[in-house]
């Protein structure tokens, strides 16, 4: 079965401490993505990355920075959390445009829940 | 800008009954996929259906069916003889064909009631 998987269902952080999301897709997928979900906004891309070591600013990147040394890998970093950051975040990934079948269905990752005190 | 408006924040239903999750979008891209995803009470969404911009046909997979109306801009999702599993929050998206980023709506949560 396809998956997605992300390392911390739950994580409790204090005001400036550095936070590391880890995702791992095993489908070989190109694309992979971080979104943050918030009741009433839906999902909103923070960065997303089409190839190793390749990154991309979404709608919302301020306060985080991502990292893809391998390709089933993408990691989203927050520097020095802050309140504003407790949120729920779901890993994504996807087939590049180019495969017509698959392209753009995002298959997702169960979601980090962090909570930053 | 691309934009989607789900404007039906919570719904709630009796088991049996029919109900339609409204999506509205806005694209100036002439292609473009439209999507449904559902995220059930464990979190994890899931994807439902990806329609091209060139398809109009409704289309329909079991209780589920989708009207795509590019007249109106809107991608409507109706569950026919709703049941307690299909609790969720539902999730209306857009992308651009060869785009990277997906768009997504607000959501709408559906409550069904035995």
């Known amino acids: 079965d396809v998956k997605v998987t992300q390392s911390s269902r739950y994580l409790v952080k204090r005001t400036g401490e550095k936070v590391f999301l880890e995702c791992v897709q095993d489908?070989?997928?190109?694309?992979m993505f971080w979104y943050r979900q918030d009741p009433g906004l839906g999902l909103r891309l923070i960065y997303f990355?089409?190839?190793?070591?390749?990154?991309e600013k979404g709608d919302i990147p301020e306060g985080y920075s991502v990292s893809r040394e391998k390709k089933e890998r993408f990691s989203l970093i927050l520097e020095s959390a802050s309140t504003n950051q407790t949120s729920m975040y779901l890993c994504?990934?996807?087939?590049?445009?180019?495969?017509?079948?698959?392209?753009?269905?995002?298959?997702f990752g169960a979601g980090s829940r962090l909570t930053v005190l | 800008a691309q934009k989607v408006t789900q404007a039906q924040t919570e719904i709630s239903v009796v088991e049996k009954e029919d109900v339609t999750l409204d999506c509205v979008y806005e694209?100036?891209?002439?292609?473009?996929?439209l999507f449904w995803y559902k995220q059930p009470p464990s979190g994890e969404l899931v994807f439902l259906i990806r329609?091209?911009?060139?398809?109009?046909q409704n289309e329909i997979s079991g209780r589920y069916s989708w009207n795509f109306q590019k007249s109106t801009s809107s991608f409507n999702f109706t569950i026919t003889a709703s049941q307690v599993v299909d609790s969720a929050v539902y999730f209306c998206?857009?992308?651009?064909?060869?785009?990277?980023?997906?768009?997504f709506g607000a959501g709408t949560r559906l409550f069904v009631k035995a």
């Open positions: 994504a990934s996807s087939y590049p445009f180019g495969d017509s079948s698959g392209a753009n269905v995002l298959t």
């Open positions: 489908m070989d997928h190109e694309n």
């Open positions: 990355s089409y190839d190793v070591k390749m990154k």
């Open positions: 694209t100036r891209d002439t292609t473009y996929y």
């Open positions: 329609r091209n911009s060139f398809d109009e």
């Open positions: 998206a857009l992308s651009r064909t060869g785009g990277f980023k997906t768009i």
